[in-house]
């Protein structure tokens, strides 16, 4: 993400969080639509999602996880349309979604995202653990 980030054609990144996203996915209907809608990437679905995972916590105790998507996993994340996701149980949370411009682009991106409740910042944010955004948002406490 930070390559894409610092890419000269690249204008900002938009940050998408979905209600209960990761938990919310029947993975059956899920490895059953991805076979028939998009073959190609079927096998990796498959392989990641037909058997339940295994969470192990501190203390030797296990859980299985049976349904969602895995957290960081970039299948689990390809999905992200605000217009057509929630015909497909996909709802954006769009108060937690932020947009990261770069500052050049500021003005322009807040015009475009006026209007709805996503957040606009040259910043940074946290990206699935990492900081996204400026130098100083990094080294910022």
Same mark, same amino acid.
């Given at each position: ?43 990796? $679905? ?7 995972? #295994?969470?192990?916590?501190? *203390?030797?105790?296990?859980? /299985?996880?049976?349904? %969602? ?31 990261? $411009? ?7 991106? #807040?015009?475009?995202?006026? *209007?709805?409740?996503?957040? /606009?910042?040259?910043? %940074? ?17």
């Amino acid at each position: 993400m930070h390559a894409i980030f610092k890419a000269d054609d690249t204008d900002a990144v938009l940050l998408i969080d979905a209600i209960n996203a990761f938990n919310a996915l029947n993975r059956g209907a899920a490895l059953h639509n991805i076979r028939v809608l998009c073959p190609v990437i079927a096998a990796y $679905a498959i392989n990641t999602y037909r058997q339940p995972a #295994r969470l192990f916590i501190t *203390g030797g105790k296990e859980i /299985v996880s049976a349904e %969602g998507t895995t957290q960081g996993d970039p299948l689990a994340m390809g999905s992200v349309l605000s217009t057509s996701g929630p015909d497909f149980g996909y709802f954006p949370n769009d108060k937690k979604c932020w947009i990261i $411009a770069k500052p050049a682009k500021e003005e322009n991106v #807040r015009d475009v995202f006026k *209007g709805t409740s996503i957040n /606009v910042t040259v910043q %940074g944010q946290k990206h699935l653990g990492a900081v996204l955004g400026s130098r100083e948002y990094l080294v910022s406490p």
